[in-house]
């Protein structure tokens, strides 16, 4: 009996309510809370790594130098104080020196019944920063041996660009790592030392030829124990989330940086900037829907104004009468979270090929769905506070 009196009101109630205003507004919101929430799953996807391998957005590194200008016989250099910013700065992780050698350094090879020499260079950097790690990677000045890391693009240019033109051999990277080097060193008081060396590991990293820090300390304080220089180049981790002002950083500061790798940062910010325009268009859109049901609230009271007065006369509280349309707003709103929830995961597939391809995407959804949760106790807290307000106005007319 209680419960056919309760459906005998609520009747009474919902005869005004437009369904149109109430389909309108479902729209809009599903629509608002749609895009609201693409933006949050798109933004975590576009700043979240899917991986660990040194692709265009995951944790990266980078070599940076000072600009030479004109024609200079003093080193160009970083001083303790830039490197002391640089590490200051957000996007950087780790900072590396690299270490050059002070001595002259002339390395031959004998392949296919002929002898290749050359004038070489020699740098290092801590262990932590290579991309290879190879077993024999350490110096002790009893054997006389050196192990060298060179680049790559050394072995590419070698290959396709000295080797064919000048009748030598095209070798493989197993291949050069078995052909015995003789190293000749030179100090600056023309002490000379020949050691033995091989080629142990290949970087895609750093393009330059590498040795065991040990050696190098060792070396120069051996060859050349009177000089001291800064680091001429820097290696650094850096956070491709966090690098938007890494490129006017740079800029400012007059540093180069080796490669194209300015882009990602660039890139990243982009995307940072997309997902909010998608997610302010969002939250406008929201906004006016809101704005259509607080109006559609108070032409529905204002209707059903004598009825709820007549209602209160006979011992209804305005709390009591609020719960119907409360159960209305909130029966509504789980609806439209739920749709527009589910719209945001499936329009998720739209991009997530995309950017899996370049190493993004598999954001967790959970800050989405916190949102979506969010949206939900906040817009229903407030259709009840406007309904709650307009029934108190009604209960003191009456």
């Known amino acids: 009996m209680k419960h056919n009196f309760r459906y005998e009101v609520w009747c009474l109630l919902r005869r005004n309510i437009s369904l149109g205003q109430l389909l309108g507004y479902a729209l809009a919101n599903v629509i608002g809370l749609s895009v609201i929430l693409i933006g949050i799953i798109f933004f975590g996807d576009s700043q979240h790594s899917n991986s660990d391998d040194d692709n265009f957005f995951s944790e990266d590194y980078v070599v940076l130098s000072k600009k030479v200008d004109g024609i200079g016989f003093r080193p160009v250099a970083f001083s303790e104080d830039d490197i002391e910013r640089l590490a200051r700065q957000p996007w950087v992780q780790k900072v590396g020196r690299f270490t050059a050698s002070r001595f002259a350094v002339n390395g031959s ?13 020699f740098e290092s950097v801590p262990d932590d920063f290579f991309d290879v790690t190879p077993r024999e990677w350490s110096f002790n000045p009893e054997e006389k041996f050196i192990p060298v890391i060179l680049s790559k693009d050394y072995l590419t240019l070698y290959n396709f660009g000295f080797a064919i033109p000048q009748g030598l051999p095209q070798i493989s990277e197993e291949v050069i790592g078995a052909v015995p080097i003789v190293m000749r060193i030179t100090g600056a008081d023309n002490r000379t030392d020949v050691y033995d060396a091989a080629v142990v590991g290949f970087s895609s990293r750093l393009n330059t030829i590498a040795v065991p820090q040990d050696f190098m300390d060792w070396a120069n304080a051996r060859y050349n124990p009177g000089e001291r220089r800064d680091a001429s180049r820097l290696i650094v981790k850096i956070d491709r989330m966090a690098a938007s002002g890494m490129d006017s950083y740079l800029k400012d ?3 180069e940086i080796a490669g194209d790798k300015e882009s990602a940062g660039n890139i990243s910010e982009f995307l940072r900037v997309v997902s909010g325009v998608v997610a302010s268009n969002g939250v406008v859109i929201s906004l006016l829907a809101l704005f259509i049901l607080t109006l559609s609230i ?66 967790s959804v959970l800050p989405m769905l916190w949102s979506a949760v969010a949206y939900l106790v906040l817009v229903t807290w407030f259709n009840m506070y406007v309904i709650r307000r307009q029934l108190a106005g009604i209960w003191k007319g009456a």
Request: hydrophobic share 45%; aromatic share 8%; glycine share 12%.
């Open 298 to 363: 108070f032409l529905l009271l204002q209707k059903n104004k004598e009825t709820i007065r007549k209602l209160m006369l006979q011992g209804f509280s305005p709390g009591e009468i609020s719960r119907y349309y409360d159960a209305m707003v909130l029966i509504a709103n789980t609806v439209i979270t739920i749709m527009a929830t589910t719209i945001a995961v499936c329009c998720r597939a739209l991009w997530d090929g995309q950017l899996h391809a370049i190493g993004l995407g598999g954001a």
């Open 253 to 255: 500061e007059g540093i």
């Open 109 to 121: 090879v004998s392949m296919g019944g002929r002898g290749l020499s050359t004038y070489l260079f």
